[in-house]
């Protein structure tokens, strides 16, 4: 397939920070998707929860198979947009890199015990994870992603006006250009995000039995996706799985009808003009736009605040938020190596190890170290 003229070309790539020999057999941003999959944060990703934590059951969605899913659906509608697809995968993957055990929960704990030296942004986390936590190369820090890999991963939900500290000085010295929109391929990357989270949150919520059928048969397009699935089937969980892949494909077809449309109005001759388009170009019509909010209203009410998942939700925000606020104070208590950089208690570099300590952990490890720090039965 002959990619658009709009789409991020290799040919007239940015680079990276650190120049690289090209290769010969893959693409800039082939070999972006690869650094990513074989990072140690994308492996860690398959211990880091969602909604749920592990201990609630093993069959719901992790990080990792929330990326997987992500770059699934971005893949598909990059293909159809005529966009480059390895680029479109290697954000999808990447994205939430720098998300923290037990999801939103553990990143409110985390802010709430860093309130104090700028508290904790995932999104900036990601960068920093890409751009310097990872050391698996003897030449740099981080993974050396591409100028347009880091712009897309800073700013793939749109432009940052009042961007998080991290990414505001990683700016300073590799400008992102981070007032203007990111390239479709970043903007894709985010669309399928949101259609993942709505997908496969209605999917566990079904398995989980926080609602049921009758709960849901009323919200837009997901009712009617539901009443086609019950005529080719009574088997409940054939009736859920075909609920959702027929969810997903409508909400993909709208997207690729909206956006081909706002492409065609726009008529970009390359990259730069989708970024310096007035508005974003991947998006949904108005219609599955307010039907995907009624879905999101629908999750909120019914799953992110039903009283099993409050409870999940408090303990890890608990252990999120003494983990920072103790080891903050008492830098001393980190193991080896994060101890030697810490520096003094409430520091900013104290604040800044921590951040990196506990936003790495995954779900079961940030468990046990909360025990050994707080449980004297538990060995240090």
């Not at 059951?57 to 659906?73: C, K, M, N, P």
């Given at each position: ?58 069959f ?5 198979t ?11 509608i ?16 990447a ?10 929960a ?38 050396n ?20 500290a ?6 300073e010295t ?34 989980a ?95 992110y ?31 080896g ?7 003094a ?36």
């Amino acid at each position: 397939m002959t990619i658009a003229p709009y789409a991020v070309r290799r040919e007239t790539a940015r680079g990276r920070q650190i120049a690289e020999p090209e290769s010969d057999e893959r693409s800039p941003f082939q070999r972006d998707r690869d650094r990513v999959v074989h990072s140690s944060a994308f492996r860690k990703l398959q211990y880091k929860t969602q909604v749920f934590v592990t201990r609630e059951g093993d069959f719901y969605r992790t990080r990792l198979t929330h990326s997987l899913e992500v770059a699934q659906i971005a893949r598909s509608i990059a293909r159809r947009l005529r966009l480059d697809e390895d680029l479109t995968e290697a954000l999808a993957l990447a994205h939430d890199l720098g998300h923290p055990p037990f999801g939103h929960a553990g990143e409110s704990g985390l802010n709430d015990a860093l309130k104090a030296h700028g508290g904790f942004d995932h999104n900036a986390q990601s960068l920093r994870v890409v751009s310097l936590l990872e050391h698996r190369y003897a030449a740099f820090n981080g993974l050396n992603l591409t100028w347009e890999a880091l712009e897309g991963l800073a700013k793939h939900n749109g432009p940052l006006l009042d961007p998080p500290a991290y990414i505001a000085a990683f700016n300073e010295t590799y400008n992102l250009n981070l007032t203007k929109h990111p390239s479709a391929e970043a903007q894709v990357a985010a669309i399928a995000d949101d259609m993942a989270y709505n997908a496969h949150d209605l999917d566990d919520g079904l398995r989980a039995s926080l609602f049921s059928f009758d709960d849901i048969i009323h919200l837009p397009l997901i009712g009617d996706a539901l009443r086609r699935a019950r005529i080719l089937t009574g088997e409940p969980s054939r009736i859920r799985h075909e609920m959702i892949r027929t969810f997903i494909n409508e909400v993909v077809n709208d997207a690729t009808i909206t956006s081909r449309a706002l492409i065609a109005t726009l008529n970009p001759a390359d990259s730069d003009a989708i970024r310096n388009a007035p508005h974003p170009v991947a998006a949904l019509s108005p219609a599955m736009a307010e039907a995907t909010r009624d879905i999101k209203q629908f999750l909120f009410d019914n799953m992110y605040r039903h009283w099993r998942v409050n409870r999940m939700s408090h303990k890890a925000k608990i252990v999120t938020r003494e983990l920072g606020v103790l080891l903050l104070e008492r830098p001393y208590l980190l193991p080896g190596e994060w101890r030697a950089k810490a520096g003094a208690p409430h520091s900013a570099t104290a604040a800044e190890t921590v951040r990196d300590y506990v936003a790495g952990m995954t779900d079961g490890y940030a468990m046990q170290e909360y025990a050994r720090l707080t449980d004297p039965s538990v060995p240090a």
